[in-house]
Antibody, heavy 121, light 114 residues
Framework: QVQLQESGPGLVQPSQTLSLTCTVS??????????WSWIRQPAGLGLEWIGR???????NYNPSLKSRVTISIDTSKSQFSLKLSSVSAADTAVYYC?????????????WGQGTLVTVSS | DIVMTQSPESLGVSLGERATINCKSS????????????LAWYQQKPGQPPKLLIY???TRESGVPDRFSGSGSGTDFTLTISSLQAEDVAVYYC??????????FGPGTKVDIK
């Protein structure tokens, strides 16, 4: 079945850009109407959806983060990526990548295991 | 924005007893055109990503035990665990997917063994 795995630096300096990649295996990143999302979770807190992308290039972003977020996709590598600029300590969180069903239903599954990103100097 | 709230914040239930978690949305997530509620439930155990349990408010994901059930419509929803097992200790989240502009989650309900 489809599996997702996040990768990227675990430590980012304040005001810099956080960059993460999600690698999709066990299935095609281009199949169906699937969208590919980033979701984050600060320690001990709830889930915040960051944004998503389709292989067509269509994107949706959380309005509260939109000015700082870029999500891109590379179908040749079966990867999609997150860039979050001008980070602060408030961006410290576990970052998950996940798939949603697109037009068939926008619930999330499967999810990657998550990667902790700490913003600190 | 559609704001999701959940109650209670935490819940202690004896093994084999029923657990009931409530989720409320600030506006209806029922699409009248297809009569579907755009709501999902997830289970998250410590150190793990969330796991999808239920979508369309009441459809169990493949492989999810039938002791988990979802109900409700419009703005008020319930996740029920009919007979709590030790492996059900987790935090449970609801999520609305009514609008593609902003998917939002509830704050979570922690379920423990009493």
């Amino acid at each position: 079945q489809v599996q997702l795995q996040e990768s990227g630096p675990g430590l980012v300096q304040p005001s810099q850009t956080l960059s993460l990649t999600c690698t999709v295996s066990g299935g095609s990143i281009s199949s169906g109407s699937y969208y590919w999302s980033w979701i984050r979770q600060p320690a001990g807190l709830g889930l915040e959806w960051i944004g998503r992308i389709h292989t067509s290039g269509d994107t949706n972003y959380n309005p509260s983060l939109k000015s700082r977020v870029t999500i891109s996709i590379d179908t040749s590598k079966s990867q999609f990526s997150l860039k979050l600029s001008s980070v602060s300590a408030a961006d410290t969180a576990v970052y998950y990548c996940a798939r949603d069903q697109g037009s068939s239903g926008r619930w999330f599954g499967p999810w990657g295991q998550g990667t902790l990103v700490t913003v600190s100097s | 924005d559609i704001v999701m709230t959940q109650s209670p914040e935490s819940l202690g239930v004896s093994l084999g007893e029923r657990a009931t978690i409530n989720c409320k949305s600030s506006q209806s997530v029922l699409y009248s055109s297809n009569n579907k509620n755009y709501l999902a439930w997830y289970q998250q155990k410590p150190g793990q990503p969330p796991k999808l349990l239920i979508y369309w408010a009441s459809t169990r994901e493949s492989g999810v035990p039938d002791r988990f059930s979802g109900s409700g419509s419009g703005t008020d929803f319930t996740l029920t665990i009919s007979s709590l097992q030790a492996e059900d200790v987790a935090v449970y989240y609801c999520q609305q997917y009514y609008t593609t502009q902003l998917f939002t989650f509830g704050p979570g309900t922690k379920v423990d063994i009493k």
